[in-house]
């Protein structure tokens, strides 16, 4: 009965009712899965005599833990829209299979991602921009975390799988738990054990594993719609790969920021040095304030649309994304007033050193200029996802990054007679110039994508 009043309130609950049940949830699960990215980096700062030193050290190794956030979302991402879908057309068996093959590749991936940067971290951290004083501060949390990458598979590609049949506050308590664990023991380990970044891997690690033994626990229980069992994660070729075809564009989005934050980081170590990288391991800490809700919005906003394109409700798919993009905009246009009127508030979290904490104030304004525009982007293409178009989604998710971003960086700083400001002023204009074009794609296809119907 339960399951049938879930589906029955999918199908013709109120639309900003349903938004705030299952978008509230997420983004409050967002901002505290943000808590297990930055409270690390809060406490680092503040490390007596290498706050600084040891904060720039673990910015580098952001670009890492973006790949394994990538390689979950692959799955999750694209698993859950399409098990929504197959949920709304009433086919339960395929739905809980989904379910289960995605969570036999994301192990696979596990095994692969742990072994592969255990061995390669020190390279790769060289790669990335690391000095020989930073280096050592940047391994010892790399290779503490590495360990735990199967944790956090589980908790960021099956969470999704929560959210989408409609429990976001049991996907908002996976998040809980884990951040408020990260949030006591982080100082513990640091300072009461003088364990300095190893404790503060070891917190996460900790915190990962709580977060993951509550999603197997939800997944294997009685209360969800998809039980996760062993014969659904026998993989069938037919029900994985379009579920890794849609995931992609997730995939890429986060892919693609780790290449961009090593693009950032190596020209920003060339051009400004230490501080410079100490500054945008702030700022890409921030940044995570606008885009990390803004996913929580569009995760609330997801299971709707799914479910009504796939029960071919057009009506209500498009008053969902009218609610979720008046949403993100709005969010996302308040953050943007924030960072430009009062940086140093934000860089002052995260760093006690005062030319670090100066440095970053000027280069937020500039990188931050154009993160309005952020909640057009991402409102636009995770409605592409929601409505299972893999390959626009894809296109979208490439066009800010790879084809604008990613140039620019490396573009400006030649062309510009102050080239910090030219590294950094390229994210505002990738940030309205792919906002512009996702709009006008999703608005212009919009209704032909409905009038064809799932082809799912």
Known sequence: ?????????MGS???????????IPAVVAQLINMLYNIVDRIYIGHIPDAGASALTGVGLFLPILMMINAFAMLAGSGGAPRAAIAMGKNDQATAQKILGNCFCVLMAFAMVLTVAFYIFAPQLLRLFGASDVTLPYALSYARIYILGIVFVMIVMGMNPFI???????????TT????????????????????????????????QAVSATWVLIFLRGSKTMLRLTLPD????????????????????????????NISFNSSLSRFGGDVAVGAMTIISSCSQLVTLPLQGICQGGQPIMSYNFGAGKKGRVKQAFKCQFLACTSYASLLWILFLTVPQVFAGIFSSDASLVDYTVWAMRIYMAGIFSTGVQISCQQTFMALGQAKISLLMACL???VLLIPLIFILPQILSNQVFGVFVAEPVSDILAASVTAFMLFSRLNRILEQGSKV
Not at 178 to 198: K, Q, T, Y
């Open 1 to 9: 009965m339960a399951q049938q009043t879930r589906k029955q309130d």
């Open 13 to 23: 609950g109120s639309i900003p009712k349903l938004m705030m049940n299952l978008a």
């Open 163 to 173: 959210t989408t049949q409609g429990f976001a506050k049991f996907s908002m308590i």
């Open 176 to 207: 809980v738990m884990g951040a408020v664990c990260n949030i006591i023991l982080d100082p513990i380990l640091i300072f009461g054990f003088h364990m300095g970044v190893r404790g503060a891997a070891i917190a996460t690690v900790i915190s």
């Open 400 to 402: 800010r990054k790879l």
């Open 233 to 260: 994660m026998r993989l069938d070729p037919k029900i994985i790969l379009p579920c890794l075809a849609l995931g992609i564009s997730t995939f890429v989005m986060l892919s693609t920021e780790s290449i961009l």
